[in-house]
């Protein structure tokens, strides 16, 4: 043997997947190759020594999953949203009353003023268009009484 066998050739022979007079008479006289079968062969041992005998429970997942109990994740958010709206109004008491002040004010006007101003959209329109709108919607009306009547037969 010319070459040294590799790494894997060696833990293969360990193993008893390979065999060959021809490696150990190469493991005799090269000191590289006697290192490697050492430090794999260690290996081997120090796993062997880790090895049990004892196997987990057949029925250990489900007994595991029955006794972990489900996170409030909810509950949870809740009680930080609680306690960050309360440390904010701990905080700084000015911007509670300011969000009222202006903040509701500001909704209220919006809402009073929307109201308005569809109050002043219906009064501009034409009262010769609401006849038009009844007269389509009665049309509609009558059409869909007609399709009911005729599914019901
Ligand atoms: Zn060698």
Known sequence: MKKCPDQITWQ???DGEESGIEYFQHLEHCSQCQKMYLEIQESIDLAMAL???????????????????????GLLAGALFILLTISVIMLDTGIFSWWITVGVTAY???????????IKAVQRI????????AAVMAVMEIFLLIKLQTIEE
Request: glycine residues 2%.
């Open 12 to 14: 293969s022979i360990l």
């Open 51 to 73: 090895s049990t005998d004892i196997t987990m429970p057949k029925d250990f997942p489900q007994r595991m999953i029955a006794k972990t109990k489900p996170f409030p994740a």
């Open 108 to 118: 209220c006007g919006l809402l009073i003023d929307i109201l308005l101003e569809v």
């Open 126 to 133: 034409n009262p010769t268009w609401w006849l038009m709108l």
